[in-house]
C-alpha cells in the first residue's frame, strides 16, 4: 500500500488530504462555543507535533536540517494556525456556515496554483486550459456561496 500511495501523488496529496480537510470541518463545529479557540489551537497543535514525531520516525533520513529549512517550516505553521485561528472565530458566528466558508478559504487552491506556475515553472508539466478551466471552475463556486 505505501508504494502505491508514493506512486501516485494524486491520491497521496490530492485525493486523501482533500477527505481529511473536509472531516476537520467536523470537530471544529462541534467543539465552536464549547471549548475557547486559544485550547482549540494548543490542542491542534498538540496533534500536528504528534503527526510530526511519527513522520520523523516512519520516514526520516535524519539528515542536517538548515536554518532556512526550519524558519520556512516554522512560518509555514505560523500561517497554518493562523488561518485555523480565523475558521474556528468566524465558525463562532451564528450565521456563519461550513458550507459557505470552507468554498472560499478553499479558494487558496487559485494562490497555489498561481505561485506554482509562476515561481516553480511548472506552467511547463501542465495543461494550460485544463488549469485555466479549473482555475474558473474553483471562482465561480465561491462566488455563488456568497
Known amino acids: 500500500m505505501k508504494n502505491f500511495l508514493f506512486e501516485h501523488p494524486v491520491i497521496l496529496g490530492g485525493i486523501i488530504p482533500m477527505l481529511l480537510f473536509g472531516l476537520m470541518t467536523f470537530p471544529i463545529k462541534i467543539l465552536n462555543g464549547k471549548l475557547h479557540f486559544s485550547y482549540y489551537i494548543l490542542f491542534t497543535g498538540i496533534g500536528v507535533t504528534l503527526v510530526g514525531i511519527l513522520a520523523i520516525f516512519l520516514f526520516s533520513n535524519k539528515g542536517n536540517i538548515t536554518l532556512t529549512q526550519l524558519s520556512l517550516s516554522i512560518v509555514n505553521g505560523l500561517l497554518w494556525g493562523t488561518v485555523t485561528l480565523l475558521i474556528f472565530l468566524a465558525l463562532r458566528n451564528p450565521t456563519a456556515t461550513i458550507s459557505q466558508l470552507s468554498p472560499l478559504y478553499n479558494g487558496n487552491t487559485l ?36
Open 111 to 146: 494562490i497555489a496554483m498561481i505561485i506554482g506556475l509562476l515561481f516553480f515553472a511548472e506552467w511547463q508539466n501542465i495543461v494550460v486550459w485544463k488549469t485555466i478551466l479549473g482555475a474558473l471552475l474553483i471562482i465561480l463556486g465561491g462566488w455563488f456561496v456568497l
